[in-house]
């Protein structure tokens, strides 16, 4: 007899197997017990006939507790009733750890009491469906940028530098001098492609964000992928074929898991038609202003959930604003040609209200006016002098961008709130569990 994992009941339909498993809920009548299961590939049925196992069996069915772990013994069949399409009717159980009364019951409870349960909260249908998706998203995005020629670059985690400004950085001590943990792995990536043409980096980020939002995190995880020898036009034709990628690779991988979730895999479809829309920051902000929904929006502002909400709306599709204020945006992106108040970059901004996906630029390339930039931005010039180097043996016009992993997958996944996306959030007032 085999021992398989739920997932696998395809292959073994009408043969005995074993499986270790965890009880999630359970019903019984005199007859009959139903003991619904998982073992972390999947969740199914297990269904108990009295007349059929022997008396100790069908009792202990009956008593079991929910988050008993066990193994059983029975026969995979198709149940066309169920997500999943099989059950197994079981012939033999063995405990192998008994379980407290266990704090999440099926009844409703409150997201703080979830959030301070979260170790055991992850191992509902829900949680679980987002972790696959998560765990895909992460697999195709190596096999993307593999195929792509991009080799995997790691930035450090611990640094003296500040890409996105000095407001949200976490200080810490760097034994007798002072250090942050990394905003972004932007400017390591860019010594990267220097090095290796085309790189991306793959790691958790920082930010002492102080606003409580559904869309931030203070630690989140963000792919950063850097090419030399690239222009912003070709970068955002990357971008998008990621995106897509994704959303395919998702589609492809995670049926069973967008089965759970309830989203609409139509409308994921959709987002693997390219090329998505590209506007300017100025008709943006007409756009916005024209709509009369946005009272005193002036040109210059930075555009909150509500005006990205509004514009991707407007296109029912991921769209691109490109070429925002050269005020509003970080002190590396490169100047406009001909326009001095703007930078060439872009951000992508989901549907559905799910907000900025990607922020990316072409980068400066000249290293006086880099070092203008980093001055006005009130940083501290001797910490960026590696970073000008690289402008001063060798520059090349390059371009790069960083996609958010729990912002694509809360917008993939359809979830309200940027916590489900990830398995421990740091967020505002919470660092338990
Ligand atoms: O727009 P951001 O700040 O850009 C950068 O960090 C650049 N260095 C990227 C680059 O060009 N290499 O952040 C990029 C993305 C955002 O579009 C968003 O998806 C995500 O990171 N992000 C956050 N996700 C969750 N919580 C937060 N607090 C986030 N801040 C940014
Ligand atoms: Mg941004």
């Given amino acids: 007899m085999e021992t398989i ?4 009941s395809k292959n073994h339909v009408n043969q005995k197997v074993k499986i270790g498993v965890w009880l999630t809920n359970k019903r019984s009548s005199g007859k009959i017990a139903f003991l619904q299961l998982r073992d972390g590939s999947a969740y199914f049925q297990g269904v108990v006939v009295k007349n059929n196992v022997e008396p100790e069996v069908f009792e202990l069915a009956k008593e079991v507790k929910q988050e008993t772990s066990m193994y059983v013994v029975g026969t995979i069949h198709e149940d066309s009733r169920s997500h999943f399409g099989y059950e197994i009717e079981i012939e033999d159980i063995t405990v192998v750890g008994e379980s407290e009364d266990y704090p999440i019951t099926p009844k409703e409870h409150g997201t703080d009491f979830l959030m301070d349960h979260r170790h055991l909260w992850l191992r509902s249908k829900k949680q ?13 995005t190596f096999e993307f940028f593999n195929q792509e020629g991009f080799i995997k670059f790691d930035a450090p985690i611990l640094t003296g530098s500040a890409p996105e ?7 810490t001590e760097y034994f007798d001098k002072d250090a942050y943990l990394s905003q972004s792995g ?4 860019e010594a990267g492609a220097m090095a290796y043409g085309k ?3 793959f790691g ?3 930010r002492a964000e102080k606003s409580k939002t559904r869309r931030h995190l203070i630690e989140f995880w963000m792919i950063e992928p850097e090419m030399a020898f690239m222009h912003q036009e070709e970068s955002l034709e990357l971008q998008e074929r990621y995106i897509a990628y994704l959303v395919q690779s998702v589609l492809d991988h995670c049926d069973y898991a967008l089965t759970l979730l309830g989203r609409d895999k139509g409308l994921l479809k959709n987002y693997t038609k390219l090329p998505y829309p590209r506007i300017s920051y100025d008709e943006a902000v007409k756009l916005l202003q024209d709509s009369g929904e ?4 002036e040109w210059g502002a930075d555009f909150g959930s509500p005006e990205e909400t509004y514009l991707a709306n407007h296109f029912n599709q991921p769209v691109f604003v490109v070429n925002y204020p050269k005020a509003i945006k970080p002190f590396y992106m490169k100047p406009h040609p001909t326009r001095e108040d703007l930078v060439v970059c872009a951000d992508l901004l989901a549907p559905e209200g799910y907000g900025e996906i990607i922020g990316g630029s ?5 290293a006086a006016y880099l070092e203008a930039q980093i001055k006005k931005a009130g940083l501290n010039e001797k910490d960026y002098q590696w970073y000008l180097d690289l402008r001063r043996y060798g520059s090349v016009p390059h371009s790069g961008f960083g996609l958010g992993l729990e912002r694509m997958v809360t917008w993939i996944t359809g979830e309200e709130h940027i916590r489900e996306a990830i398995p421990f959030p740091r967020m505002l007032n919470r660092i338990y569990p």
């Fill in 5 to 8: 994992s739920i997932i696998d």
């Fill in 128 to 140: 679980f469906a987002n972790m696959q998706v998560r765990n895909e998203i992460t697999r195709a």
């Fill in 165 to 171: 400004g000095t407001t949200e950085l976490f200080h």
């Fill in 186 to 189: 932007q400017l390591y990536a």
């Fill in 199 to 201: 790189v991306f980096t």
């Fill in 204 to 206: 958790p980020t920082f």
């Fill in 294 to 297: 946005f009272d005193g929006l």
């Fill in 362 to 366: 072409e980068r400066a390339t000249d």
